[in-house]
């Protein structure tokens, strides 16, 4: 079955750096577009930025400049390098396969 795991999340200072990762199995990832979303709490899911299977990415306005998103396809593996951290980028991470998978979350807290 497919299974998509994220991972890399933690408690970070403002300005600090993470390393997201979204490791699949059952399902290739660079057949399709990868996409990382965020959720606070009390807010919609954003989408943050996105690969397609060509390699091109997109990102949303708040965090252009400071995420950076990229792909492993030896390691079916999508990243997603966030730099500059601010405390509004504080929430739950999620990356998502077209085809309606997802993982479970990692949680992301930036402390001013």
């Known amino acids: 079955q497919v299974q998509l795991v994220e991972s890399g999340g933690g408690l970070v200072q403002a300005g600090g750096s993470l390393r997201l990762s979204c490791a699949a199995s059952?399902?290739?990832?660079?057949?399709?577009?990868t996409e990382w979303y965020r959720q606070a709490p009390g807010n919609k899911r954003e989408l943050v930025a996105a690969i397609s299977s060509g390699g091109s990415t997109n990102y949303a306005d708040s965090v252009k400049g400071r995420f950076t998103i990229s792909r492993d396809n030896a390691k079916n593996t999508v990243y997603l390098q966030m730099n500059s951290l601010k405390p509004e980028d504080t929430a739950v991470y999620y990356c998502?396969?077209?085809?309606?998978?997802w993982g479970q979350g990692t949680q992301v807290t930036v402390s001013s």
């Open positions: 998502t396969r077209g085809g309606g998978y």
């Open positions: 059952g399902i290739i990832l660079r057949f399709g577009t």
